[in-house]
């Protein structure tokens, strides 16, 4: 390809200059020394016109509402784990609750079969300043004119939920009462043995067992296999894994305050990063949902909403006779 490219620049060349040695030719237009060089230098100037590749149009998408279907799939936000407590329903049931807050969500990139290969959305959370960031990163923002964010994550989302960089993700993507899947790092314990590890019984507390109270036991055989297997439940580092729990139940939204209140537990720390979707086992009626995501009305004031709360029915599950 090297060697094709500088045939063709040579030939250029020499046309050029023998168009300058004609006696009788029309003088040349005079072309300032950037101007020349770009057009016997350009990688342009070495392919005709059947060779230049057209690009496709850039697709368009608009933030607007539309009709979800049960094929498509919406994207997923970020949330800060804030903590758990308990809450007392209408009925005095005593809920264990996780409190997740949901930090200024926006779509940052939007990658589409055309370019990437694949439908997908970009959110970010959070702010960060440009010096805790690296030069690739504060690119990457300024490129798609977006604030800085503190956490990005990338969801794999259906043609027809697609949305425009800058769109703003809020609590209310999600309604009271549907499930969702939360994914976040666990807690990590360090260097744990096998009781604490895999809940292993344990060797005998007395009878002659000697220093081996907590051991593990037996790894394996003798001359065969003379090994021990890949995946054999010992001791070693616990936690710090990517877990997600699945089928978990929102019971309470507070719109002003961003905030969602779901049931039991989720991975992680205090103030660590978690991400909600959509649960894949318990699908929400398609109904219910904002696609591809909530947009608020002109002259609607989310401070001035109140907490919604799931519907629990009229029936008191405790007077129900057996």
Not at 91 to 102: D, F, K, N, Y
Not at 124 to 151: N, S
Not at 278 to 304: G, I, R, W
Request: glycine share 10%; charged share 20%.
């Amino acid at each position: 390809m090297a060697a094709l490219s500088t045939r063709g620049l040579v030939s250029r060349l020499h046309q050029h200059f023998l168009s300058l040695s004609r006696p009788f030719a029309a003088a040349p237009t005079s072309l300032p020394f950037h101007a020349l060089t770009r057009r016997l230098f350009s990688s342009d100037a070495l392919m005709d016109g059947s060779q230049i590749l057209h690009q496709p149009p850039t697709r368009i998408i608009q933030a607007t509402p539309a009709i979800m279907t049960p094929n498509s799939k919406r994207t997923g936000i970020i949330a800060v784990k804030c903590g758990m407590t308990a809450l007392w329903d209408k009925w005095g049931a005593r809920l264990p609750i996780t409190i997740l807050w949901v930090d200024d969500n926006i779509v940052s990139q939007v990658k589409t079969v055309e370019k990437e290969g694949i439908f997908s959305l970009q959110i970010g959370c959070g702010h960060k300043k440009p010096k805790h960031l690296t030069k690739p990163e504060v690119g990457h923002f300024r490129a798609q004119g977006v604030p800085l964010k503190r956490k990005l994550k990338e969801f794999p989302v259906t043609e027809d939920a697609l949305l425009p960089v800058g769109t703003s993700l809020g609590v209310r993507h999600f309604v009271p009462g549907q499930y969702v899947d939360v994914t976040g790092t666990s807690r990590g314990k360090g260097f744990q043995g096998a009781m604490k590890r895999w809940g292993f019984k344990g060797m005998p507390a007395s009878h002659g067992a000697s220093l081996s109270h907590r051991s593990p036991g037996s790894t394996g055989q003798r001359d065969a296999p003379g090994k021990v297997f890949k995946g054999k439940k010992m001791p070693g580092r616990m936690g710090a894994k990517t877990r997600t729990v699945k089928n978990v139940w929102v019971y309470k939204i507070d719109p002003a305050r961003n905030l969602m209140w779901v049931r039991g537990q989720v991975p992680g720390a205090k103030g660590n990063f978690v991400f909600i979707k959509d649960s894949v086992y318990k699908k929400p009626d398609v109904s219910m949902l904002p696609f591809p995501t909530y947009f608020a009305a002109e002259d609607e004031d989310e401070t001035n909403i109140g907490p919604l709360v799931a519907d629990l029915g009229e029936v008191d599950p405790f007077m129900v006779a057996d």
